[in-house]
């Protein structure tokens, strides 16, 4: 398989259409996922050397989860209704 014909499937339309979101939701969609992603990736990252910096960290991933709901909530709310 050429390099070429796998990279045709990670275009964003092709993933838009695929998805069958429209390009708002699509975004806030990936915004939420990067979110959840990198509050998952704090912990590989950074340990703690004290209890301030275990609570500062739960802190940091207690703001990223919540602007992940946020972005998926913005995805829903953005969604266009197929009627």
């Not at 429209?22 to 969609?29: G, K, Y």
Request: proline share 1%; charged share 10%.
């Amino acid at each position: 398989m050429a390099a070429g014909e796998w990279l045709h499937h990670l275009q964003f339309h092709q993933i838009k259409s695929w998805v069958g979101l429209s390009t708002a939701s699509l975004i806030a969609f990936i915004v939420g996922v990067g979110c959840v992603v990198y509050a998952l990736g704090v912990g590989l990252v950074y340990t703690p050397q004290n209890f301030n910096d275990w609570q500062a960290i739960q802190y940091w991933r207690l703001e990223l989860l919540l602007g992940a709901i946020a972005a998926f909530v913005a995805g829903i709310l953005l969604k266009r209704s197929e009627r």
